[in-house]
């Protein structure tokens, strides 16, 4: 099984990041929180304290067009909420 994960940065992301040393990353659907650990301590070489997920339901959208009103919603995904240890950090800009 292989697990999916990507970093999230917006404005409330990067609030966590800056006050409470947390990272957020949107993770696959059937990963539990000791793989996720383990991922993110391979992936960015730090101690992770903790991890908090989360699944974000999915949400309706419609948006009316020439041709009529289009209906639809976005897909389901699961958030994880990282804290490191003090004095660490994730810097996703590095690899760019």
């Known amino acids: 099984m292989e697990i999916k994960i990507q970093p999230i940065v917006t404005e ?3 609030k966590l990041t800056e006050k409470l040393n947390r990272y957020t990353f949107r993770v696959s659907l059937d ?3 000791y793989q996720i650990k383990d991922l993110v301590e391979k992936l960015y070489g730090v ?3 903790d991890v908090n997920t ?3 339901r999915a949400k309706n959208k419609s948006r009316y067009t ?3 009103l289009l209906r639809g919603k ?3 995904y699961k958030k994880a909420v990282i804290s490191v240890a003090d004095g660490e950090t994730i810097d996703f800009y590095s690899n760019i």
Do not use: R
């Open 66 to 68: 020439k041709s009529g």
């Open 74 to 76: 976005t897909s389901a």
């Open 54 to 56: 989360m699944i974000v």
């Open 47 to 49: 101690k992770v304290v």
């Open 31 to 33: 990963a539990n929180k």
């Open 12 to 14: 409330q992301a990067t």
